[in-house]
């Protein structure tokens, strides 16, 4: 089945800085790649997501892009502001009878 | 309003006392999973369910039981509770992995076995 891998588990930066996070998948067929933010005592929610047939996307201060060869996604936080500090969770999905999997979270914190 | 609902939102119970995580979706959704959420381990997939009377094992389903008898409701039962089981339980719905839309989570059960 499909594995995700996500690094790093821990992520400081100072407010303005950018922040990145990466994530790679084993499962060759997973063509749908989501990013929630869990903020502190919250349920996770989608910020982004991306699809096997595009590159990169962007969203406002948020982008995620995606190498389908090395298959790896990342997801880039430009001016990074306080009330970004939660924990990100990656996933991967293809559109077989298999279920969404994440990767294991990095908690941001953004110190002003 | 589209959501999913999950109860009890907390709950504490003694080990070995049967107990149901009821969660229920109101968008028609055909996809639903069940996740616990440890420190430092993510989340950690329990069972999830393609469709009615379809449900699978997900990496950490040992002691718990699920059933999908209806489109929207996807009950978490855990027929004897230990406190490895203390944990904050989310229930996730989604239309489909061949439609690959966002999953929507409950609020969440933060639940204590003593």
């Known amino acids: 089945g499909e594995n995700v891998e996500q690094h790093p588990s821990t992520l400081s930066v100072q407010e303005g800085d950018s922040a990145v996070i990466k994530c790679t998948y084993s499962?060759?067929?997973?063509?749908?790649f989501p990013w929630y933010k869990q903020e502190l005592g919250k349920r996770p929610q989608l910020i982004i997501d991306i699809r096997s047939n595009v590159g990169e996307k962007k969203d406002q201060r948020i982008a995620v892009t995606l190498n389908k060869t090395a298959k790896h996604f990342s997801l880039h936080i430009t001016e990074t502001q306080p009330e970004d500090s939660a924990v990100y969770f990656c996933a991967a999905w293809n559109s077989g009878n298999t279920p969404l999997v994440f990767g294991k979270g990095t908690r941001l914190s953004v110190i002003a | 309003e589209a959501q999913v609902t999950q109860n009890p939102r907390y709950l504490i119970t003694v080990t070995g006392k049967k107990l149901t995580v009821t969660c229920s979706q109101n968008?028609?959704?055909?996809?639903m999973s069940w996740y616990r959420q440890d420190p430092g381990l993510g989340l950690r997939q329990i069972y999830y369910?393609?469709?009615?009377?379809?449900?699978d094992k997900g990496d950490v389903p040992e002691g718990y039981k699920v059933s999908r008898k209806e489109k929207r409701n996807f009950p978490l039962i855990l027929e004897s509770p230990s406190p490895n089981q203390t944990s904050l339980y989310f229930c996730?719905?989604?239309?489909?992995?061949?439609?690959?839309?966002?999953?929507?989570f409950g609020q969440g059960t933060r639940l204590t076995v003593v």
């Open positions: 996730a719905s989604s239309l489909g992995p061949g439609l690959n839309t966002e999953a929507f």
């Open positions: 968008m028609n959704h055909e996809y």
């Open positions: 499962d060759s067929a997973s063509n749908y």
């Open positions: 369910s393609m469709n009615v009377e379809v449900t």
